[in-house]
């Protein structure tokens, strides 16, 4: 198997120190392994991505000597794809529409009835179910609404899976926290994950959605990544198994914190890359500050 996998930032800020080991680490493993390294800009978020910064992350990764094979993608470009993705899925019956608001949501979960602890997910408190038709509507009528988030109905969603004998959910994780194969049962999925929104009413697709497809789009063999999405892969495997696309392998490799230990956001511009450029660090020392080896 080509070893291909990506960097792929969004460009609503400075590139920091966590987006460094991400994009050295992905890079360092392809060219180790004779592979490809392609670089995919994630600004589905319109409101808040921005052609600065996607000229500074430009400028930062050749300063660091990370070069991507092959054009850019941007997600942008590729709506169309998500568009016919979730129709796909929709005329399945695996979406439905929600007008839950987060407060409605947190409401729901403190009522009573629901049970004391509600958990929490990748994408925060797992939804109650407010919105989720009683009966999953087979083959809806009606076209996709775009005016609404649309949820994923796991439980509709693995059914289908056992039917098509897809239900295998097991990953290769590389990465040092949890390294090994990590199967997920179909219990985890509906209770620590439950129905995620795939198409938010704002952006016309989500994260999950996005990556799923654009990482089977660009062939990526081994996805390299920050700790922080290991709790978003399941989400990935259930969305791969279902729109029949490969599982690549993945590497979560350990976040990088500030000295107070808590991890690194885009507004800490403190630790922007372009600061330390600034202040006259060289790549070998950011390479030395996120446990990488110096180039030779
Ligand atoms: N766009 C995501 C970020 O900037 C990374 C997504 C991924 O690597 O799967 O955090």
Redesign the pocket.
């Known amino acids: 198997m080509t070893f291909r996998t ?5 460009p609503t800020g400075p590139l920091h120190l966590g ?1 460094a080991c ?1 994009a050295l680490l992905a890079h360092d493993l392809a060219r180790a392994a004779g592979g490809d390294f392609l670089l995919r800009i ?1 600004d589905i978020d319109q409101t808040r991505a921005r052609p600065e910064w996607e000229d500074l992350i430009c400028e930062d990764l050749a300063w660091l000597g990370v070069r991507w094979d092959g054009p850019v993608m941007r997600q942008s470009e590729r709506m169309a794809h998500y568009g016919a993705a979730l129709d796909a899925l929709w005329s399945r019956g695996l979406l439905y529409p929600c007008t839950c608001t987060r407060r409605d949501i947190a409401a729901a979960l403190s009522a009573p009835q629901e049970g004391a602890d509600p958990r929490g997910g990748p994408d925060g408190p797992v939804y109650p179910g407010t919105c989720r038709p009683e009966v999953s509507h087979r083959v809806p009528a009606s076209a996709r609404p775009t005016d609404r988030h649309l949820r994923l109905d796991m439980s509709a969603a693995l059914q289908v899976l056992k039917r098509a004998n897809a239900a295998d959910l097991t990953f290769t994780e590389t990465g040092p926290a949890h390294g090994g194969q990590i199967a997920l049962s179909h219990e985890a999925c509906l209770s620590g994950i439950g129905d995620v929104v795939l198409a938010r009413r704002d952006f016309g697709t989500s ?1 999950h959605l996005s ?1 799923v497809l654009d ?1 089977a789009a660009q062939g990526i063999s081994h ?4 700790e ?2 290991f709790d ?1 892969t399941p989400i990935h495997v259930v969305l791969q198994r279902l729109l029949t696309l490969p599982v690549p392998v993945y590497h979560h490799h350990r976040l990088i914190r500030d000295d107070s230990g808590k991890r690194l956001a885009k507004r800490d511009d403190a630790r922007a890359l372009r600061k330390f450029r600034e202040d006259g660090l060289t790549p070998d020392d950011i390479r030395a500050m996120v446990g990488l080896p110096k180039t030779t």
Do not use: M, N, T
């Open positions: 990506r960097f792929a930032p969004s987006h991400s994630e994260y990556v990482d996805v390299v990544r920050g922080d999405l978003a």
